[in-house]
C-alpha cells in the first residue's frame, strides 16, 4: 500500500520574514484594543470569555494545562504588529512567518534578558498558542465565526549550552489582514510596556482607542468598561480599581476623571495633550530598566546572561520542534462603556466572578 504523503507544512508555504532589529515603534490594532481577547489576571485563568455587541461575538477559550493569554502576552504581538508595519513603511516584504532573535524582542517590550525571562517568554507563547479565539469581527455582511489561535506554531533554535539563537513563530491570518490594513492599526506610547496591572493596561487600550486626541475625550459608564473588560472580578471591586487608577493618573498620555450621574457611575478619559498628533513615529522604547514581569525586585547580575545575536540559522537548518509543557505558565504575569453604554453586552454568564 503506498504511503499517503503528508501535507507540506504552513511554514514551508509562506516568504520569510527576518526580523533583524528591534527598533520600531509601538503600533497596536484596533479590534485587540476594542474588545476583551485577553485575560487581564495574572493569576491562571481558564474560565472563558463569552462576550457579545450585536452582531459581534467573541469567545475566547482556554486549556488547564497553560491558561488563557494574558494581556502580557499580548506584548508579542503588539511588538509584531510594530515590525510588519515598520517593515511596510521601509518598502519590505512580511509575511505571517517571522524570524527573529528573543533578545529583540524582550528589549523592545521591555523586558529584561535573563535565563529566566527567555524561559517566562516561551511560556507566553505556549499560552498564545493554546488559546482560541472565535469572532465574527471582520467577516463581512454574510458573516461567519472565525477560529484561531494567536499563534499557529512556533519554534525555537538552541545551542548544545542551551542559549537561544532564534525564534520562529507564525501569526493567523485573521491577525495579519488586520495589521497590513493600516486603518486597523494605530500607534501607543511606548511607556505602554512599564505599566504594571492588567486593568490600566487594558484601560490604556481603550483609551487609545476611543479618545485619542478629542479635545473632550470619552465619556465611559463603569458597568459597561466592566462588561467590555472581560473581568472576572466583582463589578464593585472594579469599581474600585477603576477610582485606584484615576487616582494615581498612570495612563501615558491621558487623564482620568470619575464623573457621576446620580448613582451612575462613570469615567472620563481626556488626552493630557490634545494638540499632540499621537499618529505621528514615536521613539522606540529601548531598556527602561523596569523590572521584568513576574521578577519583582529581582535584579539583573548574573541572571543577564544573553546579549544581541544576529545569526538567525540558515535556510538549510531545520530545528526541532518544540514540545515543551509549562505547568506553571503564569508566573509572568502579575475595562469601556462608551457614550452609548447599552449597545454592548456580554453574554448572559460570562460576567460571573470567580
Excluded at 141 to 170: C, P, T, Y
Amino acid at each position: 500500500m503506498p504511503r499517503r504523503r503528508l501535507p507540506p507544512s504552513e511554514r514551508a508555504t509562506l516568504p520569510l520574514f527576518v526580523v533583524a532589529t528591534g527598533d520600531a515603534s509601538p503600533r497596536d490594532q484596533r479590534d485587540l484594543m476594542e474588545r476583551p481577547f485577553f485575560s487581564l489576571a495574572k493569576s491562571r485563568r481558564v474560565v472563558p470569555i463569552l462576550y457579545q455587541a450585536g452582531d459581534v461575538r467573541v469567545e475566547v477559550h482556554a486549556v488547564a494545562e497553560h491558561g488563557m493569554a494574558t494581556i502580557w502576552d499580548a506584548d508579542i504581538l503588539i511588538w509584531a504588529a510594530s515590525q510588519i508595519v515598520e517593515a511596510q513603511n521601509l518598502g519590505l516584504s512580511t509575511s505571517r512567518f517571522l524570524r527573529f532573535t528573543p533578545y529583540h524582542l524582550l528589549t523592545a517590550i521591555g523586558r529584561e534578558t535573563g535565563a529566566s525571562d527567555y524561559r517566562l517568554l516561551k511560556f507566553a507563547f505556549a499560552r498564545l498558542q493554546s488559546t482560541v479565539i472565535r469572532t465574527t469581527i471582520r467577516q463581512g455582511k454574510h458573516w461567519r465565526r472565525h477560529q484561531f489561535s494567536w499563534l499557529n506554531e512556533w519554534e525555537e533554535l538552541a545551542r548544545r549550552d542551551g542559549r537561544i539563537e532564534g525564534m520562529e513563530f507564525v501569526l493567523p491570518d485573521w491577525f495579519y489582514r488586520g495589521v497590513i490594513d493600516r486603518s486597523l492599526v494605530l500607534a501607543i506610547d511606548p511607556a505602554y510596556f512599564r505599566l504594571k496591572g492588567g486593568i490600566e493596561r487594558w484601560l490604556y487600550r481603550v483609551a487609545r482607542k476611543h479618545a485619542g486626541r478629542q479635545p473632550h475625550g470619552w465619556l465611559f459608564d463603569f458597568r459597561h468598561l466592566h462588561a467590555k473588560s472581560g473581568s472576572l472580578v466583582r463589578p464593585s471591586d472594579f469599581a474600585i480599581q477603576l477610582r485606584r487608577i484615576a487616582a494615581r493618573q498612570p495612563l501615558p498620555g491621558y487623564r482620568l476623571r470619575v464623573e457621576r450621574d446620580g448613582r451612575r457611575e462613570m469615567l472620563r478619559i481626556l488626552p493630557a495633550d490634545p494638540s499632540r498628533p499621537v499618529d505621528n513615529p514615536v521613539h522606540p522604547i529601548g531598556r527602561s530598566h523596569a523590572h521584568g514581569l513576574g521578577r519583582s525586585h529581582a535584579t539583573p547580575s548574573g541572571d543577564r546572561t544573553h546579549e544581541p545575536q544576529l545569526t538567525l540559522w540558515p535556510e538549510t537548518t531545520i530545528p526541532g520542534l518544540n514540545r515543551e509543557s509549562n505547568n506553571t505558565s503564569n508566573f509572568l504575569l502579575g475595562r469601556e462603556t462608551g457614550e452609548n453604554p447599552t449597545d454592548d453586552a456580554p453574554i448572559s454568564g460570562s460576567g460571573s466572578s470567580r
